[in-house]
């Protein structure tokens, strides 16, 4: 396994999630570098999504540790976590589909005119940020007075990253951002992701189902089953198969063909 | 197989509008269509059978008179709707407008009436078990700034309660601003009676009357604060001595409109009198014709073409009038009161009686001193309402809570602060509603506003605004408010049909607006 010569940029140590009697995450240690796109991947309810809710403040852990760029930090909210830097894109991207790109590009984050909630918005400037920020990712607007609701999936989840990276985001956690996209858009969207990584800055945390999708962009895997990691490694470590064991949670499924037949 | 490479790029799908599509297509042109089709109804039909015109502005619907009173009920429906309009681009919405009107007014007519006190209640045992009350403040003379400024902490208070309880407890705002709708109606109805009785009476009336004319209040020099009627029936000698002491300009350019009124009632008694001498001349003609009475047939004719009568001469200008004519021209002392009571533009409808001779009515007087001030009211919190909703990084934030309360929410906006806010704004536009009518009508009853929340909803459904919150434009809620005052008036005049087919007709709009409505919302959000 190949050791970055960088530091993690967030790190986990032990970490523990219990809902009541029910233990999400069992001890999940995992470290995630700048410039890295790191694929968590594993079964339906291995604890993945409660992972990255614990790491953007959704959860607050049970026991366990979590260091961002090696100071050890609490979020009691997700404002907490966004402030030090972690941007998260939801299932749901968090958009208003009603309003218009800029005025979800700075929804809660307007730039104004003087203080206060009655700041006069600065429309054109926020116009030309959302477009540039999102060309920078590979995505062109035309009309950023579109509403969000018009536009396509994989649009829909640049625009969501784009605004993530723009407010200051150094780990950007994506939580299955292709899986409700047609193949062309899901394209889109790992080139999107492959534009993040290039940037050099920004640790990715990307959960997928898709093992191809893994494989095209991710620099390291960590693999949950049942709240535990059961693997981890470098994408020149893994075979196929490998990975392909591992995220079914270690069960062996390469004779699945043959049950199948 | 085959495949060719798609050489078209994202940007050729982009098919840009043309202008005049793009305004087309605007949400608000389904309603703009209809309120210029009432805006010509109403002119239509309320120009008398007799005259035949095609300028809409020729009848009473929009006659001075006619714009005076359609304005006043449009703006004031226009306040309210603007409250009920942001509430529910937010996503909840206030049953509670009616009674808050009710109960602001209320408040206010009470403290101009009466005064104000805050008193503690303890129970006292001295001859029996009873309640007594210990005065901590008493101001007995209310200016109508200090109205305004008690009725608003208690109906700000009251919209922040009933905000609070449902951001809180997540209980639909229907159910809670349904419970303020009756909590409010029997607080203005209890309280009303229990002050309002006189000593010899058990229970009082739900109204409160007999308010000075506030705004009406006026600085007379050398005689201090008085009412305007009252200056107008000061003794003669009184009066004659207020014009000798006025510059001689100011006496002469009230002594020649007086003048200039004067004539043209005189004309008008003039024409009324021929008319009338006239009129059974000619009905006696058509019988004539009818009967082929040649003879008769001439001598009417020659009757009606000789027909004379003298001028009636023009009643004489005396000083007394000059004096009170004066008097209506001195500004209030109370601005605050003329502020929400008084008339505005004033000097454009007096132009409108002299140079233009259109604001005059059948004896040849101005009809319409200028047009209420809540109209003024209403330009300012909508212009106000558009730059928040549409400028402002608040409105974004009411766009997004309505839009998306979960999205709104992830990005930081406080959502529960810009839902009590906009309770509190609802509160407060029944507030300015109240406001306007007590110091216009000098008058409160329990019974004010009743319905008009609904009418305040229905009118921001006609606008384009989308029920389940997050979609609709303050042009729209102004348009909305249009249509309803408008459909009122105009169906009342159509010839041959009950007045109270508006309502019909309300019906089908709204429920149109609103299938038109969640088209345009399902478009967005990419359903269709
Ligand atoms: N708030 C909660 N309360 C109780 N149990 C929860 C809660 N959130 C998650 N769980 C449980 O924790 C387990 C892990 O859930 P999680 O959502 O993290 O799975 P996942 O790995 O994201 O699965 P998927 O791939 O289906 O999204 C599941 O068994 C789930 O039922
Ligand atoms: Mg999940």
Same mark, same amino acid.
């Given at each position: 396994?190949?050791?970055?010569?960088?530091?993690?940029l967030?790190?986990?140590?032990?970490l523990?999630?219990?809902f009541?009697s029910?233990?999400?995450?069992?001890?999940?240690s995992l470290?995630v @570098?700048p410039g890295e796109?790191?694929?968590?991947?594993?079964d339906?309810g291995a604890?993945?999504s409660t992972?990255i809710?614990?790491?953007? +403040?959704v959860h607050?852990?049970?026991? +366990?540790?979590i260091?961002?760029?090696g100071k050890?930090?609490k979020?009691?909210?997700?404002?907490?976590a966004?402030?030090v830097?972690?941007?998260t894109?939801?299932?749901d991207?968090a958009l208003n589909?009603?309003?218009?790109?800029?005025?979800n590009?700075?929804?809660?984050?307007?730039?104004?005119?003087?203080?206060?909630?009655?700041?006069?918005?600065?429309m054109?400037?926020?116009?030309?940020i959302a477009?540039e920020?999102m060309?920078?990712?590979?995505?062109?607007?035309?009309d950023?007075?579109?509403?969000?609701?018009t536009m396509? +999936?994989?649009?829909r989840q640049t625009?969501?990253?784009a605004r993530?990276? @723009?407010?200051?985001?150094?780990?950007l956690?994506?939580?299955?951002?292709?899986?409700?996209?047609?193949?062309?858009?899901?394209?889109?969207v790992?080139k999107t992701?492959k534009?993040?990584?290039q940037?050099g800055?920004?640790?990715i945390?990307?959960?997928?189902?898709?093992?191809i999708?893994a494989?095209?962009i991710?620099?390291r895997y960590?693999?949950?089953?049942?709240g535990?990691?059961?693997g981890s490694?470098?994408s020149k470590?893994?075979?196929?198969?490998?990975?392909?064991?591992l995220?079914?949670g270690?069960a062996e499924v390469?004779?699945l063909?043959?049950?199948?037949? | 197989?085959? *495949?060719?490479?798609?050489s078209?790029?994202?940007s050729?799908?982009? =098919?840009?509008?043309?202008s005049l599509?793009?305004l087309?297509?605007?949400p608000? #042109?389904?309603p703009?269509g209809?309120m210029i089709?009432?805006?010509?109804?109403?002119?239509y039909?309320?120009?008398p059978? *007799?005259?035949t015109t095609?300028n809409?502005f020729?009848g009473?619907?929009?006659?001075a008179?006619? &714009?005076?009173?359609?304005l006043?009920?449009?703006s004031q429906?226009g306040?309210i709707?603007?409250?009920a309009?942001?509430?529910?681009?937010?996503?909840?919405?206030?049953l *509670?407008?009616?009674?808050?009107?009710?109960?602001a007014?209320?408040?206010?007519a009470m403290t101009l009436?009466?005064?104000f006190s805050?008193v503690?209640?303890?129970?006292?045992?001295?001859?029996?078990?009873?309640l007594?009350f210990y005065t901590?403040?008493?101001?007995?003379n209310?200016?109508?700034t200090?109205a305004?400024?008690?009725?608003?902490?208690?109906?700000?208070?009251?919209?922040?309660?009933?905000?609070?309880i449902i951001?809180?407890?997540?209980l639909?705002s229907?159910?809670?601003?349904?419970?303020g709708?009756?909590?409010?109606?029997?607080?203005t109805?209890v309280?009303l009676?229990s002050? =309002?009785h006189?000593?010899?009476?058990?229970?009082?009336?739900t109204t409160?009357?007999?308010?000075?004319d506030?705004? =009406? #209040?006026?600085n007379?020099?050398?005689?201090g604060?008085?009412?305007?009627?009252?200056?107008?029936?000061l003794?003669e000698?009184?009066?004659?001595?207020?014009?000798k002491n006025?510059?001689?300009d100011?006496i002469?350019?009230i002594?020649?409109r007086?003048?200039?009124?004067?004539?043209r009632?005189a004309?008008?008694k003039t024409?009324?009198?021929?008319?009338?001498?006239?009129?059974?001349l000619?009905k006696a003609l058509e019988?004539?014709?009818?009967s082929?009475n040649?003879?008769?047939?001439?001598?009417i004719q020659?009757?009606?073409?000789n !027909?004379k /009568?003298?001028?009636v001469?023009p009643?004489?200008i005396?000083?007394?009038?000059?004096?009170r004519?004066?008097i209506?021209?001195?500004?209030s002392a109370?601005?605050?009161?003329?502020?929400?009571?008084?008339? /505005?533009?004033?000097?454009?409808f007096?132009?409108?009686?002299?140079?233009?001779?259109?604001?005059v009515n059948?004896?040849?007087?101005?009809f319409a001193?200028?047009?209420?001030?809540?109209?003024?009211i209403?330009?300012i919190?909508?212009?106000v309402c558009?730059?928040?909703?549409?400028?402002t990084?608040?409105?974004?934030?009411i766009y *997004?809570?309505?839009?998306?309360?979960?999205a709104?929410?992830a990005?930081?906006?406080?959502t529960?602060?810009?839902?009590?806010s906009?309770?509190?704004?609802?509160? !407060?536009c029944?507030?300015?509603f109240?406001?306007?009518?007590?110091?216009?009508v000098?008058t409160s009853?329990?019974?004010k506003?009743?319905?008009k929340?609904?009418?305040?909803?229905?009118?921001?459904? &006609?606008g384009g605004?989308?029920m389940?919150g997050g979609?609709?434009t303050?042009?729209?809620i102004i348009?909305?408010?249009?249509i !309803?005052g408008?459909?009122k008036?105009?169906?009342?005049? #159509?010839?041959?049909?009950?007045?109270s087919?508006?309502?019909v007709?309300?019906g089908?709009v709204? #429920?149109?607006s609103?299938?038109l409505n969640?088209n345009?919302r399902?478009?967005?959000m990419?359903?269709?």
């Amino acid at each position: 396994m190949t050791v970055p010569n960088s530091n993690p940029l967030i790190e986990t140590k032990e970490l523990v999630k219990k809902f009541g009697s029910f233990t999400a995450l069992n001890g999940v240690s995992l470290k995630v @570098y700048p410039g890295e796109v790191h694929a968590l991947l594993g079964d339906n309810g291995a604890g993945k999504s409660t992972l990255i809710k614990a790491l953007s +403040g959704v959860h607050q852990p049970t026991s +366990g540790k979590i260091l961002v760029e090696g100071k050890e930090t609490k979020f009691n909210s997700p404002r907490d976590a966004s402030e030090v830097g972690i941007g998260t894109v939801y299932q749901d991207l968090a958009l208003n589909s009603l309003t218009s790109v800029t005025r979800n590009f700075f929804l809660g984050r307007e730039l104004k005119f003087g203080n206060g909630p009655f700041g006069i918005l600065k429309m054109k400037k926020m116009h030309n940020i959302a477009i540039e920020e999102m060309a920078k990712i590979g995505i062109k607007i035309e009309d950023p007075e579109q509403p969000v609701g018009t536009m396509s +999936g994989g649009q829909r989840q640049t625009l969501a990253i784009a605004r993530a990276i @723009y407010f200051g985001a150094k780990v950007l956690i994506l939580d299955e951002p292709t899986s409700a996209l047609g193949q062309k858009q899901q394209m889109e969207v790992l080139k999107t992701i492959k534009k993040v990584q290039q940037l050099g800055n920004i640790a990715i945390i990307l959960i997928t189902h898709n093992e191809i999708h893994a494989r095209l962009i991710a620099d390291r895997y960590t693999f949950i089953s049942l709240g535990e990691v059961i693997g981890s490694g470098s994408s020149k470590d893994l075979e196929g198969d490998d990975i392909r064991r591992l995220m079914a949670g270690g069960a062996e499924v390469g004779d699945l063909a043959k049950e199948l037949a | 197989m085959s *495949s060719s490479e798609n050489s078209r790029k994202e940007s050729d799908r982009h =098919n840009p509008k043309s202008s005049l599509i793009s305004l087309i297509s605007r949400p608000e #042109i389904g309603p703009i269509g209809v309120m210029i089709l009432l805006f010509g109804m109403l002119g239509y039909f309320s120009i008398p059978a *007799s005259e035949t015109t095609w300028n809409p502005f020729a009848g009473e619907g929009f006659n001075a008179l006619g &714009i005076r009173n359609n304005l006043r009920v449009i703006s004031q429906l226009g306040i309210i709707a603007l409250g009920a309009g942001l509430l529910i681009i937010a996503g909840e919405f206030d049953l *509670s407008i009616g009674s808050m009107i009710g109960f602001a007014g209320a408040c206010m007519a009470m403290t101009l009436r009466w005064g104000f006190s805050i008193v503690l209640p303890y129970i006292s045992f001295d001859g029996g078990t009873h309640l007594e009350f210990y005065t901590l403040l008493h101001i007995p003379n209310v200016t109508p700034t200090l109205a305004i400024f008690i009725t608003l902490c208690f109906t700000l208070t009251f919209g922040w309660v009933q905000g609070f309880i449902i951001v809180r407890s997540g209980l639909p705002s229907f159910i809670v601003t349904l419970g303020g709708l009756f909590f409010l109606r029997g607080l203005t109805e209890v309280s009303l009676r229990s002050f =309002n009785h006189r000593p010899d009476q058990a229970k009082g009336a739900t109204t409160v009357t007999e308010i000075p004319d506030i705004k =009406n #209040i006026i600085n007379l020099p050398g005689y201090g604060e008085m009412e305007r009627e009252a200056a107008k029936y000061l003794p003669e000698t009184d009066l004659i001595s207020i014009v000798k002491n006025l510059p001689s300009d100011v006496i002469a350019k009230i002594s020649e409109r007086l003048e200039y009124t004067a004539q043209r009632v005189a004309e008008a008694k003039t024409d009324l009198l021929i008319a009338k001498g006239v009129k059974p001349l000619e009905k006696a003609l058509e019988n004539a014709i009818a009967s082929d009475n040649e003879f008769m047939i001439k001598t009417i004719q020659e009757k009606i073409e000789n !027909f004379k /009568i003298d001028p009636v001469i023009p009643k004489s200008i005396t000083e007394v009038d000059i004096a009170r004519a004066y008097i209506d021209t001195i500004g209030s002392a109370r601005p605050i009161a003329d502020f929400f009571g008084g008339n /505005i533009l004033e000097t454009i409808f007096d132009w409108l009686y002299f140079p233009i001779d259109w604001n005059v009515n059948n004896f040849g007087n101005q009809f319409a001193p200028g047009l209420y001030s809540c109209v003024m009211i209403w330009v300012i919190l909508s212009l106000v309402c558009y730059i928040v909703l549409s400028k402002t990084q608040v409105g974004n934030w009411i766009y *997004s809570t309505g839009g998306n309360l979960s999205a709104a929410q992830a990005n930081g906006v406080p959502t529960n602060k810009v839902k009590i806010s906009l309770f509190m704004f609802s509160a !407060f536009c029944a507030t300015l509603f109240a406001t306007c009518q007590v110091f216009e009508v000098n008058t409160s009853d329990a019974a004010k506003g009743n319905l008009k929340e609904l009418e305040a909803i229905a009118a921001a459904v &006609i606008g384009g605004i989308v029920m389940t919150g997050g979609f609709g434009t303050v042009l729209g809620i102004i348009v909305g408010a249009f249509i !309803f005052g408008l459909a009122k008036e105009a169906f009342f005049y #159509i010839p041959g049909i009950d007045g109270s087919f508006y309502r019909v007709f309300l019906g089908f709009v709204i #429920i149109a607006s609103a299938l038109l409505n969640e088209n345009i919302r399902k478009r967005i959000m990419g359903n269709i």
